[in-house]
């Protein structure tokens, strides 16, 4: 079973950063796609970003594109998404999944492996 972990979450006024990381407790880390959903109080989750094994190829959701990035070390064995410009739209659980493949995926059941989730709440 692989274990996946975020962490960065919190709260934080409009307008600022925050960085989430996400490790897995897999050596192959290299080998797999990852992403980013988030789900708000009585919200479907969403995906947020994607990107592939390589880092080479990302997908960033258009409503946060230009404030977001994604982005891995693949020498860290960790995950990155970087948000900027924060809003109290943006206030949810996210949560970092590895994919069944290398490549990009768009689709929740893409993903095989998920983690606990991290909070992120932005204020006014």
């Known amino acids: 079973q692989v274990q996946v972990l975020e962490s960065g979450g919190g709260l934080v006024q409009t307008g600022a950063s925050l960085r989430l990381s996400c490790t897995t407790s897999e050596r192959s880390f290299d080998r797999y796609a990852m992403g980013w959903f988030r789900q708000a109080p009585g919200k479907e989750q969403e995906l947020v970003a994607a990107?592939?094994?390589?880092?080479?190829?990302?997908y960033v959701a258009t409503f946060v594109k230009g404030r977001f990035a994604v982005s891995r070390d693949n020498a860290k064995n960790t995950l990155y998404l970087q948000m900027n410009s924060l809003e109290p739209e943006d206030t949810a659980i996210y949560y970092c999944a590895r994919a069944d493949a290398n490549y990009v995926i768009l689709v929740a059941a893409g993903y095989r492996y998920w983690g606990q989730g991290t909070q992120v709440t932005v204020s006014t």
């Open positions: 990107i592939n094994w390589s880092g080479g190829s990302t």
